[in-house]
């Protein structure tokens, strides 16, 4: 992707706000983009640091005015739609309920036709529990390198007004001639199909908003708003490298990687711990504190984790959970059957490498 127009603005954003660049912070601010552009897709971020993404998301979307609205509550989603979303590009959600996130979802999926859908964009500590909508991208931030160490110093002042001389010509380049039709792809039958159709659409709408960029910024770089070999390879590396919500399991990646780890320990050779009334199950058990030392995490994230696991069907325990006292020691082990790699797919990973193979 480093040799796409798209790169030059992720580096450039991280001089604007004073973070290192990261790719949560670059697909909010591509997410801020296809909103202008009428080319929707919504953002769901699951973070464990929630005032600091939501003052870095807050920071991305108001790079560009008007466009970025805030709701609370369904009614003020409402106001905005019966104005038919004029001047509204995205909209942050300021309330922890997915329910009403997945409403909002279900809502712009279903406008009128005519009336411009916003992107839809939540922080948030705890993700929607069911199945997202089309068009939706839920991101884990835990699962990328981030380095935030200059954050607190850039926003030390809430209120800090950017600096102009590096605002007014990054907001520009954000600014591309909004399109009625897709741009065209002369290899598009290459990659239809590869993915579900979902994901196809998100896809297809940052493919959109990468040509068009490309187009605005470097013009001299193909010859007008079509999709080329540059800006598939970019948007696919992108898209293969987010933090996302696993599509195969309603797991996060965080505690399938704490199941691997405490796997490793219990099957070592020298361990061994039976339970007396439960000795035709092995000797393979383990406590939360056990798997706490082991993960090196904290015990409230790890019975977190050991839950979601058990809810999962990885981790049976030797007590019924409607038999869980205060303070008694719970037991546990893997299911039969239940082995590395606890790993989880990509959505996208389904889009072939074209590189060297096209004539665009």
């Not at 609370?72 to 905005?80: I, K, M």
């Not at 590396?237 to 320990?265: G, M, N």
Request: proline share 7%.
């Amino acid at each position: 992707m480093r040799n796409h127009v798209v790169h030059e603005l992720a580096v450039d954003l991280e001089q604007l706000i004073g973070v290192r660049r990261d790719l949560v912070q670059l697909i909010v601010l591509l997410c801020r983009i296809a909103g202008r552009l009428g080319l929707p897709f919504n953002l769901e971020i699951v973070t464990d640091q929630l005032v600091v993404d939501q003052t870095i998301v807050n920071r991305i979307l108001n790079l560009v005015h008007p466009g970025a609205e805030r709701v609370e509550t369904y009614r003020q989603f409402q106001a905005l739609e019966k104005k038919e979303f004029v001047n509204v590009d995205v909209i942050l959600l300021r309330c922890d309920q997915p329910k009403l996130f997945r409403l909002l979802e279900a809502c712009t999926a279903s406008l009128a036709v005519g009336v411009r859908p916003p992107c839809l964009v939540r922080v948030t500590e705890s993700p929607v529990n069911v199945t997202g909508l089309p068009g939706a991208l839920r991101l884990m931030t835990q699962q990328t390198g981030r380095d935030l160490k200059h954050f607190a110093h850039n926003f030390v002042i809430p209120t800090r007004n950017l600096d102009p001389t590096l605002r007014r010509p990054f907001v520009e380049r954000l600014k591309p001639a909004p399109t009625e039709s897709a741009p065209d792809c002369a290899f598009r039958d290459r990659y239809a199909g590869t993915i579900s159709e979902d994901m196809m659409l998100v896809f297809e709408r940052l493919l959109a908003v990468f040509a068009l960029l490309r187009a605005h910024i470097s013009p001299a770089v193909g010859n007008g708003p079509h999709i080329s070999e540059l800006d598939y390879a970019a948007a696919r590396a992108l898209v293969q490298s987010l933090p996302l919500k696993p599509v195969d399991r309603r797991l996060s990646p965080a505690p399938l990687k704490s199941a691997t780890t405490i796997f490793a320990e219990v099957h070592r050779p020298k361990y061994q711990l039976s339970l007396p009334d439960r000795s035709d199950e092995g000797n393979k058990w383990f406590t939360r504190a056990s798997a706490a030392r082991w993960c090196g995490i904290g015990t409230t994230t790890t019975k977190k984790y050991i839950d979601q696991l058990e809810g999962d069907g990885i981790l049976l325990s030797a007590v019924a959970e409607y038999d869980r006292q205060r303070g008694k020691e719970i037991h546990y082990r893997f299911a039969a059957g239940r082995t590395p790699p606890f790993d989880w797919t990509n959505p996208f990973e389904g889009l072939p490498d074209l590189s060297g193979t096209l004539g665009c």
